[in-house]
């Protein structure tokens, strides 16, 4: 099994629906990410956790919310999803010491229609 | 952003070498990460340095300068399979010590 698990790995769905996206990791990290990426613009933070009780927002949080369901578990939600909201989203862990860097799950391409 | 920088694109041919360059600012600098990432796939890690100078791994080297804010990942004797993206990470204290990630650089190896 992967460290870290993402799914669904693709979706379409049509704007104005909501859609959750799921993250579980089995390395025993406190820390987890989500990110996005689009084409020419690198990774951009949504939201970050650092443990259980601890939610912060990234550079581009809104028409999103995430949910850090127990130490394993982090879900990313859009509301109300856009079509610029179509984009590649990684999840990522890490321990604190940040040695081994962040750990990726194989992404979720989402497509809003 | 965190002003990290590097090259936008680079092609090179099979067999020979590649430097790709990053620099970012020095303040509260812990550490640089090189990623590899393949079209629609996850990154991968490639390298960390914290220290000064060159880290060796097979066909791939990382190089440091802490006082320069400057990096550079030496990709050699360079194969189809290395045709992706690149990306350099740095952590940043004043980014609450997360990964804080460039744009990414694109290789392409041609035969």
């Known amino acids: 099994d992967a460290d870290v698990t993402q799914t669904p790995r693709n979706r379409i769905t049509k704007t104005g629906k909501r859609i959750m996206l799921e993250c579980s990791q089995t390395?025993?990290?406190?820390?987890m990410y989500w990110y996005r990426q689009d084409p020419g613009l690198g990774l951009r933070l949504i939201y970050y956790s650092f443990d259980v009780k601890d939610i912060n927002k990234g550079e581009i949080s809104d028409g999103y919310s995430v949910s850090r369901q127990a130490q394993a578990k982090f879900s990313l939600s859009l509301e109300s999803a856009i079509p610029n909201q179509t984009a590649l989203y990684f999840c990522?862990?890490?321990?604190?010491?940040?040695?081994?860097?962040?750990?990726f799950g194989s992404g979720t391409r989402l497509t809003v229609v | 952003g965190q002003n990290i920088d590097q090259p936008t694109e680079m092609t090179a041919t099979e067999g020979a070498i590649v430097q790709i360059n990053c620099t970012y600012q020095?303040?509260?600098?812990?550490?640089l990460f090189w990623y590899q990432q393949h079209a629609g796939e996850a990154p991968t890690f490639l390298s960390y340095n914290v220290l000064d100078g060159l880290e060796e791994k097979g066909r791939f080297s990382s190089f440091l300068s802490r006082s320069k804010g400057y990096s550079y990942l030496l990709l050699k004797e360079l194969q189809m399979k290395d045709s992706a993206s690149y990306l350099c990470a740095v952590i940043l204290r004043s980014n609450d010590y997360k990964l804080s990630f460039g744009a990414g650089t694109t290789v392409t190896v041609r035969a």
């Open positions: 390395k025993g990290h406190d820390r």
């Open positions: 990522a862990t890490s321990d604190s010491t940040l040695n081994y860097g962040y750990t």
């Open positions: 020095t303040s509260g600098f812990n550490g």
